[in-house]
């Protein structure tokens, strides 16, 4: 069965804590992707990585980061959080030759 | 460049009656669109993809939708709602064939399922 997990289900932090969001797949996926969820907004891309080592920016990375150190693990990094960051943070993955992504169950961030 | 807009942020239906969500998008290539279902405290699942065979695609549960260029859209339909199917519904459109990695998604359709 296809899964994606991700660390915390809930988190809350402090404004100017560094902040790490950790995703796990184990279906040997190439492409991983970083999405936030806010009400009325939908889902935008924050950054996603097509192989180790490698990553490309989406529509909103300002203030965020990333890293991919092996193919199963990619983090997402809030280098200094703001309250602007609050929202839900759902982590997904890909295979090279599949059209679909693989969601986990997300993260909820909150900044106080 | 490509969006998508989904013309009703919020559906509320009877058990037992068809459901149409509406999606209508616009893309410089030849696009993939594909619904994703969410339930509560839930990641997202895909419910099914159109990408440039037939027109009138099939999912899970029940739901289908039409592929139609000329009016740019691709609204997702079930003949008759069922309780189960409460959840936010996103229409989501990449601009390659194959699927790719820049999908945009739309803002949501939350479905209300009365008894």
């Known amino acids: 069965d296809v899964k994606v997990t991700q660390s915390s289900r809930y988190l809350v932090k402090r404004t100017g804590e560094k902040v790490f969001l950790e995703c796990v797949q184990d279906?040997?996926?190439?492409?991983m992707f970083w999405y936030r969820q806010d009400p009325g907004l939908g889902l935008r891309l924050i950054y996603f990585?097509?192989?180790?080592?490698?990553?490309e920016k989406g529509d909103i990375p300002e203030g965020y980061s990333v890293s991919r150190e092996k193919k199963e693990r990619f983090s997402l990094i809030l280098e200094s959080a703001s309250t602007n960051q609050t929202s839900m943070y759902l982590c997904?993955?890909?295979?090279?030759?599949?059209?679909?992504?693989?969601f986990g169950p997300g993260t909820r961030l909150t900044v106080t | 460049a490509q969006s998508v807009t989904q013309l009703d942020s919020h559906v509320s239906v009877s058990e037992g009656t068809p459901v149409l969500l509406r999606c209508n998008y616009s893309s410089s290539y030849s696009p993939s669109l594909f619904w994703y279902v969410q339930h509560p405290n839930k990641g997202l699942q895909l419910l099914l993809k159109?990408?440039?065979?037939?027109?009138l695609v099939k999912g899970i549960n029940g739901f289908e939708a039409e592929f139609k260029k000329s009016e740019t859209s691709f609204h997702l339909t079930k003949p008759s709602a069922h309780m189960s199917d409460a959840a936010e519904y996103f229409c989501v459109v990449s601009p390659f064939t194959g699927g790719g990695n820049k999908l945009t998604f739309g803002t949501g359709t939350q479905l209300k399922v009365e008894l």
């Open positions: 990585s097509y192989d180790v080592k490698m990553k």
């Open positions: 997904a993955s890909r295979g090279r030759r599949s059209y679909e992504q693989y």
């Open positions: 159109y990408t440039s065979a037939a027109t």
């Open positions: 279906m040997d996926h190439e492409n």
